[in-house]
């Protein structure tokens, strides 16, 4: 699948129904993600968490940061041409736009949903959860204050 094969190829190929295979392949490749997306993505929860992080960060000379944040453009081959331009950033190929957070010990925090090519990484940091979460933590962490740029 990862290199373009249809599932009427692979049902030639193999004597097995394309069905079968289609089935196949969205519960243990696209369920998949759903099930393990909460067990290994996640922010600090705690205050605990949070503190301790914030002391890693701060021993290293970035005080009040909790994690490194970017957004990654994923080339997107197949894109339908209704929404080719809303697609097409500044490398004028078609991509989806997903924003990571993640740890100084490369633990992934969070993955944001995609967006279009051509929004803004600002505009994606205002729509994503994770942000809003912080911003909303004050209470939670007992006046530990969030600041995002």
């Known amino acids: 699948m990862g290199s373009g094969c249809t599932f009427d190829a692979i049902e030639e190929l193999t004597n097995v ?3 079968t295979h289609r ?5 243990q490749f696209c369920r998949w993600g759903e099930r ?3 067990v290994h993505i996640n922010m600090p929860d705690s205050p605990v968490t949070v503190r301790h ?3 890693l960060y701060k021993r290293r000379g970035f005080p009040g940061c909790v ?3 970017d957004c990654v ?9 209704g929404i080719l331009s809303a697609c097409k950033g500044k490398g004028n190929v078609p991509t989806l736009v997903f924003e990571f957070v993640c740890s100084h010990t490369r633990k ?3 993955v944001s949903q995609f967006f279009w090519g051509t929004v803004n990484d600002n505009v994606i940091a205002m729509a994503d959860e994770a942000f809003s979460e912080l911003r909303d933590e004050d ?10 740029n």
């Open 17 to 19: 129904a394309e069905e």
């Open 23 to 27: 089935c196949f392949f969205y519960e």
């Open 36 to 38: 393990v997306y909460p």
């Open 53 to 55: 992080v914030l002391g």
């Open 67 to 69: 994690g490194s944040v």
């Open 73 to 81: 453009h994923i080339v997107w081959d197949k894109c339908p041409a």
């Open 108 to 110: 992934i925090m969070s």
């Open 139 to 148: 209470s939670f962490l007992n006046g530990l204050v969030w600041h995002s």
